[in-house]
């Protein structure tokens, strides 16, 4: 790529991979990619640069019901109109029960039957709208609404999975579509439930999606491998994947450990633990990604440091379902490498993860500055730092770095900003991580194209409209 075909710009400051670098230039080329750039009157980015980040793990759809869950035996209340949202709520979930990730679950199933291709676009185009203001440029879709609510399948099959490509592209996001392999409803192998049919796949027909999709790929769309869970994926079929040529490339992607009744029923019917059982059933190495992965033994949490996989971490999901407290320190001690994800989407805010991520060690500890190891470490730069690889690694595609031919996604805080007055590099990102309620985004750039200016995302309005209008037909209480 020639020079001439360079865009020049400058930042104040510029965050790499070991600090801040004073006076940055970048280029960003034709095909949104960053060079170095040697032109000293490049246009001026702003003060503070940073690379974007990449959330690892969504579901898009679940942005939709943020909210609706948060009423004790809420199960019932969703749709309470509806005869056939009635019919199909299991009696175990009483207003006696505890309300858990299961009676949760439930509710969620009800919300999940009422999308189709058209309502999974608007609402995934508003998601990553309100992904790109808050700072995410890239997302892992753990996708498994594939088929109509009765499970027959949709023409063409893969209908689903282009609504959520086609929503990427109208908000300029980069995605990472993980098409996800369910097969059954327990570790016992037991058929999926009549509001699991949807989700189901058998080994052929998931291959050959994947292989549709695969011809998808771009600068902005990579297509890996999910394996919903341990209990959804019988052993035969893990490895009959595993070792299809389509897993030689892309991330994997797997729900691990975040439930202790999970971890229990693993250990009934595999006589091992879910991450422990993994690791002797598969090579995991820094293409997967072990979303959650909340409960693990002492031997597990370094044995999965070691691999170079990326723990998939979503702290406010998790503290939303009441799953548990990952491991943080001592995952950090032996090298791990993790990254962020919104998962449900009850937020979407890469500071709010990274701030419950280490809120939750100090609660749970009562000591503080738990995430940075070592005499002198920032917390907000601990984990930024962090978070912008492993994000970048479970993406499988060039991004989180602010170097020659990664993808040039980046924003730049509000440098008018009070909270950031008297900030200087040593102390920005911390402010930014642990005192940035209101949004410090300014812009986003995305593959070199600016999506947000000024906090506005470009085509907000519209997407916003068309979100509303869906989200009302669909007569949730
Ligand atoms: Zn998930």
Redesign the pocket.
């Known amino acids: 790529m020639s020079s001439a075909t360079l865009a020049h710009f400058r930042a104040g400051r510029a965050w790499r991979i070991d600090g801040w670098q004073a006076d940055a230039a970048l280029g960003v080329d034709a095909d949104g990619r960053l060079q170095a750039s040697a032109e000293p009157a490049g246009a001026s980015l702003g003060r503070w640069v940073l690379p974007g980040m990449p959330n690892l793990?969504?579901?898009a759809f679940q942005r939709a019901m943020a909210g609706l869950a948060e009423r004790r035996g809420h199960v019932h209340a969703i749709f309470p109109d509806r005869e056939d949202q009635k019919a199909a709520i299991p009696g175990r979930i009483s207003q006696k029960s505890e309300d858990n990730f299961w009676s949760w679950r439930e509710t969620m199933y009800a919300f999940a039957a009422t999308i189709g291709p058209d309502e999974l676009k608007a609402i995934a185009a508003q998601l990553y709208v309100e992904m790109l203001k808050a700072g995410y440029t890239s997302v892992c879709e753990?996708h498994y609404l594939h088929h109509r609510p009765d499970g027959t399948p949709y023409a063409p099959p893969q209908a689903m999975s282009l609504a959520l490509i086609e929503a990427a592209r109208e908000a300029g996001i980069g995605l990472t579509l993980l098409p996800v392999l369910y097969i059954s409803g327990g570790f016992d192998g037991r058929a999926l439930s009549a509001r699991q049919r949807r989700f189901g796949h058998g080994v052929d027909d998931y291959l050959r999606l994947l292989e549709t999709l695969r011809r998808q790929q771009g600068d902005e769309v990579s297509v890996g491998i999910a394996l919903h869970s341990l209990r959804a994926v019988p052993e035969p079929a893990l490895r009959e994947v595993l070792a299809s040529g389509l897993a030689a490339t892309g991330p994997i992607h797997i729900?691990i450990a975040?439930q202790v009744g999970e971890v229990q029923d693993c250990l009934a019917t595999r006589g091992a633990r879910p991450v422990e059982w993994l690791f002797d059933h598969a090579d995991v190495d820094a293409r997967w990604c072990l979303?959650?992965a909340t409960h693990l033994t002492a031997a597990e949490t370094a044995q999965l440091a070691r691999s170079g996989a990326v723990a998939g971490l979503?702290p406010t999901?998790e503290a939303n379902l009441g799953d548990g407290l990952f491991p943080l320190a001592d995952y950090l001690d032996a090298g791990g490498t993790l990254g962020i994800?919104s998962?449900?989407h009850i937020s979407i805010s890469p500071v709010e993860e990274l701030r419950w991520l280490e809120y939750g060690q100090r609660l749970a500890t009562r000591h503080r500055n738990i995430a940075a190891r070592r005499e002198g470490d920032s917390v907000g730069e601990t984990l930024w730092r962090s978070a912008l690889r492993g994000g970048a690694l479970a993406s499988g595609r060039p991004v989180g770095e602010l170097r020659d031919g990664a993808r040039a996604d980046l924003i730049v805080l509000d440098e008018a900003s009070p909270l950031l007055a008297a900030r200087e590099a040593r102390s920005l990102l911390d402010s930014f991580l642990f005192a940035g309620n209101t949004p410090l985004v300014r812009h986003v750039m995305v593959g070199g194209r600016w999506q947000v200016r000024d906090f506005r995302h470009r085509d907000e309005e519209r997407i916003a409209r068309r979100y509303r209008d869906v989200v009302d037909s669909l007569e949730i209480a």
């Open positions: 793990h969504s579901h753990f729900h975040e979303v959650h979503c999901t994800g998962d449900s």
